[in-house]
Each structure stands twice: as C-alpha cells, then as structure tokens.
C-alpha cells in the first residue's frame, strides 16, 4: 500500500541552525502539507501545497519556514534558524482527490 | 478561531466493551476526518465523511457526520488491546483554498485485557 514516507526520522540540531526536513509524499496525490505535534499536544496545521505553490499557511508558518516541491516527488520543509520551541514532531501528509490525508510517520526534531 | 471540542479526554475499559467519543465544533464542517495515533507514528486515518447524516463503518469502527455539520462521532465495538492509541477528529469547510484541517486534543483509550 502506498504510503508517506519521512526523513530523518529524528534530527537533532543546535539552536541557530538550518533543518530540511524530508518527504515523499504518495505519488498521485495532489495536496501536500506540513503539521507539527509537540509531545502530548494536538496537531497543528503548518502549510498546504498545491499546484507547486502555498495554498494556505498557519500564524506558526513565519519567515523562518519555507517549502519546497523541487523535483516532482519530494516535498521538503526548511526552518531556517531554529529555536528552541521548535522542537516537535514534524509530520508531512499529502491528499488525494477525496481529499482524505495520509501521514507520513514523522520527523523528531530536537532543538538543543 | 475555529474551535474544536473532543471528549472524553481519555478513557480507561475493558475488553470487550463498547467505546464512544465525540467532537463538536464551533462552526460548521463539510469534511470530517477520524484518526488514531499510536506512540511515535503519524495519525492513521480511519474514516472520512463528507456529507450531513452520513454514517460509515471500518470495521468494528462506526462514525457519523452529524446532521447540525458541528459534530461528529466515532464509535468502537467490542474493543480490543490493540485499540489502544490516542483517537483524534479532525474537520475543514472545504473552501476556495481553503484545506486546513482543525484538529480535536484527542480521546486517549486505554483497554484492560
């Protein structure tokens, strides 16, 4: 069965620096996203990716977020300068025409 | 803000008994999504619904759209240890480019063989 893939699945990185976080979404999707879960708490929407651009972008999606479709296949999340409160599950999903999303198992990511 | 309520909080059976949770929301959804999360996984969808009234099974899994468009409900049959995971709703009003998905706290079930 098709599914999301994610990698790394953990990554750890000091406070400052820059993380590109992984995806393969499944192949005949359409709809791309990024959300995050920090340990105990909800999912929270970050961005949605569609026709090779943002369709839609949370408050939590500032100027240190960017996203990227660069080869037909992968769908990568960048955080330009991390801090500290970044540090959450990262999880990639992508939609098909029903619109029902997948997940990806997620990508850990520490702030030290 | 869009605001979604899910309850219970968590829940603690035993096998073999019947589980029901619920979502409300504070505005109306045409899109309402159920899912489980198992300990660091992503969540798993296990069933959509898009239409008021609807009603689907997967499964020992039932869950209906509710007929206000403001809730929904999923219930489980005769759980079993592997139901164990925290279930959560999740909802849009599909619009324009609009595909946010809004996001319950979750139901954490835990069941006693």
């Known amino acids: 069965e098709p599914e999301v893939t994610q990698t790394p699945s953990h990554q750890v990185t000091q406070m400052g620096q820059e993380v590109i976080l992984r995806c393969v979404p499944i192949s005949n999707h359409l709809y791309f996203y990024w959300y995050r879960q920090i340990l105990g708490q909800k999912v929270e929407f970050l961005v949605s990716f569609y026709n090779n651009e943002i369709s839609e972008k949370s408050e939590i999606f500032d100027d240190q977020f960017s996203v990227e479709r660069p080869d037909g296949s992968n769908f990568t999340l960048k955080i330009r300068s991390t801090k500290l409160e970044d540090s959450a599950m990262y999880f990639c999903?992508?939609?098909?025409?029903?619109?029902?999303?997948?997940f990806g198992s997620g990508t850990q990511l520490s702030v030290l | 803000g869009q605001q979604l309520n899910q309850s219970p909080q968590s829940m603690f059976i035993q096998e073999g008994e019947d589980v029901s949770m619920n979502c409300t929301s504070s505005?109306?959804?045409?899109?309402w999504l159920w899912y489980k999360q198992d300990p660091g996984e992503g969540p798993v969808l296990l069933i959509a619904l898009y239409k008021a009234g609807e009603l689907t099974s997967n499964g020992r899994l039932t869950a209906q759209f509710g007929i206000t468009r403001k809730d929904s409900f999923l219930n489980i049959s005769a759980s079993i240890p592997s139901d164990v995971g925290i279930y959560f709703c999740a909802g849009r009003w599909n619009a324009g480019n609009n595909r946010k998905l809004i996001w319950g706290l979750g139901t954490s079930l835990a069941v006693n063989p």
């Open positions: 999903a992508s939609g098909d025409s029903n619109e029902k999303l997948f």
């Open positions: 505005s109306i959804f045409n899109t």
